[in-house]
């Protein structure tokens, strides 16, 4: 440690305290890493659902197969209106979506549009 402070030119003091702040950026280092892959990488915003009733409102996150939804439970997703909700059982009587980006072969439905979507699709395979 002594010839560190004398190549540094820095006190005992001042040493020590830059190895303080190299310890606490290495903790916080592992601590940040650590976190990233314990939290889910999006989530999706929970939406209002009404079902049968009106006056009864649910809120939560809810996941959905274009394959398979009703043209009015795709209504249900973030920019996705009755017109676009036509568009998509037009495509999937035609051919199957394979995959969530498939999506994206729908006119209407760009890369931006995907991705507030992607939280809410989920293709189930036969």
């Known amino acids: 440690m002594s010839r560190l402070g004398e190549f540094f ?14 310890a606490v950026a290495a903790f916080l280092t592992v601590y940040l890493l650590v976190r990233s892959y314990t939290t889910p990488a999006h ?9 049968g009733e009106p006056d009864r409102e649910l809120v939560g996150a809810f996941l959905l197969d274009p394959n398979t939804a009703p043209p009015d439970s795709l209504e249900l ?7 676009l909700a036509d568009r ?12 969530e980006v498939d999506i994206t072969e729908v006119q ?9 979507l992607r ?3 989920r293709i189930n395979h036969p």
Do not use: H, M, N, W
């Open 9 to 22: 030119d820095f006190s005992a003091a001042q040493l020590r305290f830059v190895l303080a702040l190299c």
């Open 43 to 51: 989530r999706a915003p929970l939406l209002p659902v009404i079902v």
């Open 77 to 83: 997703l973030p920019g996705i209106g009755k017109v």
């Open 88 to 99: 998509i059982v037009q495509y999937r009587e035609s051919r199957r979506f394979q995959r």
């Open 108 to 116: 209407g439905i760009g890369p931006k549009q995907y991705e507030r």
């Open 119 to 121: 939280p809410y699709l």
